[in-house]
């Protein structure tokens, strides 16, 4: 028995693969999720929404309300940068065999 | 949808269409260990919120309220540093028991395994087991099987509101939360993230299950980096096991010419992320230890000795003797056990009063007509405990310092989580000034309780003393 092999051959049939659709979903998703969790943390540790939030329009928002948009603003943010990432990683062949085909 | 996906197969044949691992219900030593963490966690996590503390709950990480109460304590968001260095000591504890026992934590203490292994019991209890799970998937669509399915997905939902329920009872008030559920008046945000958190639950452990180890989970991926020869991996012994090859139970093995392995693959079948454990060790598994008890449970039925598949290290395996004192375990241990009682002891020493001295900006200092020089600064004093107390201000540093403050000095009295903010005065005599910047000290105590002080310096400017 020595150190791991990272990827071991899978006996074929018994082991599940996932499709490369739902692979780029959850490393978009994911990851994105995990930082926007801790940019949340961060930032509202730091700020009170209460305070932020006095001079605006949004004056009256709940704290839970404002962590809640907080989050999900980061979310957005955290997911377009992964979005871009998966983009960005697709080989120029590909974009290239794609324009041949037109 | 189907087109698309045999183009992706076509494209790229390293990915095959994601199959349901139906794992084996499993019975052992280490099924009987990971059942009772299962049942000593969950009662953890949904009985916690319910704990009462002196009149209040005693675990509420208060985020409306932004106070952090942990029985006796309260924690503010000006404690943040213990909560950096709680999330330091997790992580150094994940390693050190990482180094010593592999994967301990994914097998035994992960959530995702703790509620996978629950609704796999209840996905057991309402379509039987693994064959006939089987079975139904591949049946043709009926009443029975439309029941099924609707039942077992009837009883994860609600157990996965329940979690989500309980989740947001952490961080609100449960009782009241509870009372505002049967009213039908829960606020919105509380409701989304009641479901938010359900949904996460259904869909993790009752859907995504291994593919969150795989795919998802960090820490899986960079574990393997924490191991040496001496750390504890689940193992087939080759050498006991090859060539494996089904038998007859009393069959001869020197006139056969097998190992000890039947090749029964029920390691396989027993196996939660569908690896076969005997191609070594791999990335995908999660240390959950099914493979060993359910090979004992063979090794038993054919008079073998157990321990063909077996919690072993690197060097064990190798007849060498394993070390459970060596350089990583050392490192880690003693940089835990540092942190670790520098968090009980700033914990312990604590001060639950914070006093901040803003000088006033627009003027530096005043010039009184009678040679006094005045000084104008704002005092803000918190108190983090979680009684009312009156304090005691007292300021040192000059000669004749004279202070002056709208409340009486010695009747400060503030609640309990309460911040008070007034302007004070310093004023003194402007021979007693030898420079320009002159130190002050503000010396704040509770009267009724001398251990809760806190000092801050300040700076008393005045004009250049011409002597």
Redo the contacts between chains.
Sequence with gaps: ???????????PG??????????KV??IF?PSF?TAGLATILCF??F?PEMMLLDTHFANA????A??SGFFSFWVLTASSCALTCYFQKPCAVKNAKSENI | MSQQRNKIDQSDPFYEKHQKIYSREVHGIFALWRVTGVIILLSVYYGTPWLRWQGHQAILLDLPERKFHIFALTFWPQDFFYFAILLIVAALALFFFTTLAGRLWCGYACPQTVWTEVFLVMERWIEGNRMKQMKLDQSAFNIEKFLKKFSKHFVWIIFSAYTGFTFVGYFTPITGLAEKIIEFSLGPWETFWIVFYSFATYGNAGWLREQVCLHMCPYARFQSAMFDKDTLVIAYDENRGEPRGSRNKNSDLQEKGLGDCINCTLCVQACPTGIDIRDGLQYQCIACAACIDVCNEVMGKMNYKPGLISYTTENASHGKMSHFFRAKTIIYGAILLILLSGLGISLFTRVPLEMDIIRDRNTLYRELPDGLIENVYILKILNMDSVAHEYKLTVSGIKNLKMEMKMKLDHMLVPSGEIIEMPIVLRVSSLGLAKRSNAVEFKLVAKDKPALTVTKEARFLGPIPNH
């Design positions: 028995m020595s150190r791991a092999p990272e990827q071991n051959a899978v006996s018994l082991s599940a693969g996932t499709s490369p659709i739902t692979l959850i490393s994911w995990l540790s730091v009170d709940s704290r839970l309300g962590y809640t």
